[in-house]
Each structure stands twice: as structure tokens, then as C-alpha cells.
């Protein structure tokens, strides 16, 4: 009768150290993988929100999501143990953007670049750039002069084979105005002018 007391006591125990273990491993729990969490069992909890990290520190993402803080910098970086992650911005989203001045007309460059940043004033408002004018990466406007072909250029016979690349505004048939012009890039000044819908054009390739 003992024994089989004690058979049944050590039952007991078995099955709550397998509850226990159950409990305290990741049987059923969020566990990362790939980057992603990825339901395990049937978690109790809700899943974690953000990028997870399972193993090696790679990016600036995954820096993040291992606890480390970002710097305060531009572009932003993360330190993890003796390695240092810089977060990759994409390069058309350079963080400059062109305003004009409702009350002057004049334009200007505001934003961040890789070394500081450039506060507008309550009375600028942000514009589209076009390949005639857009902001550098140091914060400059640039204006290029438009150049309208005149009635000889576009009666060219034939255009020779010159790379001198120009932008030009070709005008579209639009359903509803404002109708603004498409950018095309011509390979020279000539083949521009041969297209009887291109109203001018600039020097250089169309941004």
C-alpha cells in the first residue's frame, strides 16, 4: 500500500515538473524567427509588436530591436557591443524639400542633410521640384534657364547622334487643368525640338 502510495506521489511530480518546464520554455510562446515572431503553441500573450531579433546583430533595424538605443544623429545610428549601425536612407527621400514663400514668391531649401538641418520660417510652403528647379544636397535652389526652340530647330531634317542630354517639358492633353507638362529626357537639344509637343526644355537629364 506504501509503494503504491508513493508510485502515485511520484506521478504527481512528474507531471507538474513537465507543466513547469512547458510553462517556462517556449512551447507555447511568440519565438523570433527571421526577424519576424512566429506563433509557437498556443501563447497566452498577444504577439510582440516590432522587428525581433534571433540571433546575430546585422542592421540598424535589428540594433533596435535588441534593446539599443538610437543616436541622435543623421542619418541615425546604433550601437551593438563593438559594432555600429548607421540606418540607411533612401536616397530619394533625402529629407530636403523646396518651399516658396506665399508672401515673396521666393524659394528655398529646407530640411536635414547628412550634417545639419534647416527650419522654414510660418510663411513657406512646400512645392513639387521639377527638373527646371530643385534643391542640392547642400541646400541650394537650383534654376535652370528654360530654352524655347525656335522655328528653325524644329524643322530640322535630322539630328546627329550628339550625347547632350536636355529635359523637355512636353505638353499633354489633360481632362481636367491644371494641366501641368510631362519631363521627357531628349538625348541633345535637336531631338527635343523635333517633337512638335515639347513646349522647352533645360540642360541636363530630367531628375
Known sequence: MKYKKN???????????????RTLTQENDWICVNGEWVEHGVPNALKPEGYCVDGKVDNFKECLAAGNPAMESYPR???????????????????????KNKNTGV??????????CVDPS??????EETSERYCSPDFEVIEKQRNYCTPESREADA????????CGFVQVQ???TPCFPVEETFTNSCFACQDE??????EGVCQ
Open 159 to 166: 539630328c546627329i547622334e550628339i550625347s547632350q542630354p536636355v
Open 197 to 202: 509637343n515639347v513646349l522647352y526644355y533645360v
Open 174 to 176: 489633360c481632362v481636367t
Open 7 to 21: 508510485w502515485v506521489t511520484a506521478v504527481i511530480i512528474i507531471i507538474l515538473i513537465v507543466l513547469l518546464v
Open 107 to 116: 524659394y528655398g531649401c529646407f530640411g536635414c542633410n547628412n550634417e545639419f
Open 77 to 99: 545610428q546604433c550601437m551593438h557591443e563593438d559594432q555600429t549601425f548607421t540606418e540607411i536612407i533612401n536616397e530619394d527621400e533625402d529629407g530636403i524639400i523646396l518651399m
Open 122 to 127: 510660418s510663411a513657406m510652403e512646400q512645392v
